[in-house]
């Protein structure tokens, strides 16, 4: 009897959820209403409720960044060319998306396919798209200097506060990605930037700058905060799958290397179903509102997820380097148990 774990089950599994790649325009529409909808209500909400509460106005701002989420999972998906059937209805729509999350469509895109087809790969161009990471040995040849800044970067007050709104409002104006074959991107980019800029001029001369300050800026930094810990967390957990080129495999790349991220319902619909990642990973064709679906009729993908919860989720936090020798994350305490300063 075959195993979850066995190579005939595992090279099934791109042909299981392949089914579920067909777009539904009627099921993309009714997303696009229910994001969208939300979260212009709750936006005009708060622009009449900011000089009678503050304190009101932040709790629907991180509210509304779900909303803005599920937006950009809608990005996410014409990203793709997921979302609907047609390619210029889903790169419309994801430049409309683009201009409330900050974040470039075309640019954003490309890295992110990019990241999807080097996922777990352990080479000098594995930062694009996906969060800085290092190994025992890298750590370990670092000058004192170096280990500091990683440590740094890698600490929970920088992770989840400072770099997402580095991110939101720097990383994603900036050209930084210099390789052969971008030059389309890079310049998509600036036109973004260019478009961005001028939407929300006009936005603050006919709303005032306190009405971008107070609304839209929380909303765009709970946002990047919620993306961010979604975005570790489907990748940085304790068994997740790192390989270097010789020895590296999609398939075990998409699925052990990325979670289930195990919520409640409602969390996985105020998140666009981006928790169902190893599906995504499989086949980032399928359409964020085929996952449960997929997973529903096809028991073989929770067998086989690196399932988590939100509270084994916290744990996350301290995975900071991957071990090769172990094959899983470990944190900096661990690290310095291994191996004592000197």
């Known amino acids: 009897m075959q195993t979850?774990?066995?190579p005939a089950i595992w090279q099934e599994l791109p042909v299981i959820v392949k089914a579920y790649q067909l777009p539904d325009n009627k099921k993309a529409t009714l997303q696009a209403i229910t994001s969208f909808g939300p979260f212009l209500a709750i936006w005009v909400a708060m622009y009449f409720l900011m000089d009678i509460s503050i304190g009101i106005t932040m709790a629907l701002a991180v509210l509304n960044a779900f909303f803005l989420v599920r937006i950009f999972i809608i990005q996410h998906d014409c990203g793709h060319q997921s979302f609907t059937a047609s390619r210029k209805a889903n790169d419309i729509l994801g430049q409309v998306c683009s201009?409330?999350?900050?974040?470039?469509?075309?640019?954003?895109?490309?890295s992110h396919n990019f990241h999807h087809g080097h996922n777990g790969l352990l080479w000098e161009h594995r930062d694009i798209g996906d969060v800085e990471l290092l190994t025992v040995a890298e750590y370990q040849a670092l000058d004192r200097w170096g280990k500091t800044k990683y440590m740094i970067y890698r600490s929970t007050i920088v992770m989840f506060v400072i770099v997402p709104v580095y991110y939101i409002f720097l990383h994603n104006r900036l050209p930084l990605i210099k390789m052969n074959g971008w030059e389309h991107a890079r310049k998509a980019l600036l036109r973004h930037n260019v478009v961005l800029l001028s939407i929300y001029a006009a936005a603050i001369y006919f709303l005032s700058f306190k009405a971008f300050l107070l609304i839209h800026v929380p909303i765009l930094n709970a946002f990047a905060v919620i993306a961010i810990w979604f975005f570790y967390v489907q990748h940085q957990h304790e068994?997740?799958?790192?390989?270097?080129?010789?020895?590296?495999?999609?398939?075990?790349?998409?699925?052990?290397?990325?979670?289930?991220?195990?919520?409640?319902?409602?969390?996985?619909w105020l998140t666009g179903n981006i928790g169902y990642h190893h599906i995504h990973h499989l086949n980032p064709l399928i359409p964020s509102y085929q996952l449960p679906r997929c997973i529903k009729e096809n028991p073989i993908l929770d067998q086989v997820a690196n399932k988590i919860t939100f509270w084994e989720s916290l744990k996350c936090v301290y995975n900071?380097?991957?071990?090769?020798?172990q094959q899983k994350m470990i944190s900096f305490r661990e690290f310095y148990r291994r191996?004592?300063?000197?």
């Open 339 to 342: 191996f004592p300063k000197k």
């Open 99 to 110: 201009y409330l999350t900050f974040i470039p469509y075309k640019y954003w895109a490309k």
């Open 320 to 325: 900071k380097l991957w071990d090769e020798d």
């Open 239 to 268: 068994t997740t799958y790192k390989q270097w080129k010789e020895k590296w495999e999609y398939i075990k790349a998409a699925v052990e290397g990325s979670t289930f991220y195990n919520l409640p319902k409602v969390f996985h």
């Open 4 to 6: 979850v774990k066995s």
